[in-house]
């Protein structure tokens, strides 16, 4: 299996420019979820996906970010404009959530990362 | 706010000890519990999950689970440098997970 594919690996773009992250997660995965990570906040969570529906939208900063999962393999993050304060290594995770063994399970699996630079 | 608090650290051990990683968490409804190995620069990669009390081993490795105390940690026996790396503790919050802001590790040669 190949894992989680991102693309970009790396983008720098001016303030005011329109950024597109992209993502295929694991096949097979029925959740995907989009992260954001910097020095001073950690590791925070923008955005999942169940099924192709976005199901908790509550950690995207602002209107300036939106995604999109039109099918199970692929998914967007766009953030329009980009600002400065937008640099960070942008990650993308899937996971199949069932149970087993009467366990709800939830592991996760990350991308490599988009490394966004916003100058 | 739901949160799972790590020391940052750098926690140092020594080559061949046990080094031993905390972390608590604020939900009692959460019941499954990650660590992740994070290489600078690289994505954070999934090493243990446990879901019951008590303790679960995989190798060097072995997660303990507290319920009560709302407590899970991690021990890595026998260090190798290769173990240095920042260590992040998740916790389940309904169909998300919640990420601690991890711990550095420091194996010392």
């Known amino acids: 299996d190949a894992g989680v594919i991102q693309s970009p690996r790396h983008e720098v773009t001016e303030m005011g420019q329109e950024v597109t992250l992209r993502c295929k997660p694991i096949s097979g995965h029925n959740s995907l979820f989009w992260y954001r990570q910097t020095m001073m906040r950690g590791l925070e969570l923008l955005i999942y996906?169940?099924?192709?529906?976005?199901?908790?939208d509550s950690g995207m900063p602002e209107d300036r970010f939106s995604a999109k999962m039109p099918n199970a393999s692929f998914s967007t993050l766009k953030i329009q404009p980009s600002e400065p304060r937008d640099s960070a290594v942008y990650f993308c995770?899937?996971?199949?959530?069932?149970?087993?063994?009467?366990?709800?399970?939830?592991?996760?699996?990350f991308g490599p990362g988009t490394r966004l630079t916003v100058t | 706010q739901k949160e799972v608090e790590q020391n940052s650290g750098p926690l140092s051990v020594p080559e061949g000890a046990i080094a031993s990683l905390n972390c608590t968490y604020s939900?009692?409804?959460?019941?499954?519990f990650f660590w992740y190995r994070q290489y600078s620069g690289k994505s954070p990669e999934l090493i243990m999950f446990?879901?019951?009390?008590g303790d679960k081993e995989d190798g060097r490795f072995t997660a303990q689970l507290n319920k009560a105390s709302q407590y899970v940690s991690l021990l890595i026996r026998d260090s190798q440098p290769s173990d240095s790396a920042t260590y992040l503790c998740a916790v389940n919050e309904d169909d998300k997970i919640i990420f601690g802001k991890g711990t550095r590790l420091h194996i010392l040669p």
């Open positions: 446990i879901y019951s009390n």
């Open positions: 995770a899937s996971s199949l959530v069932g149970t087993s063994g009467g366990q709800i399970t939830y592991e996760q699996y």
């Open positions: 996906f169940n099924n192709n529906v976005p199901i908790d």
């Open positions: 939900d009692r409804g959460s019941q499954s």
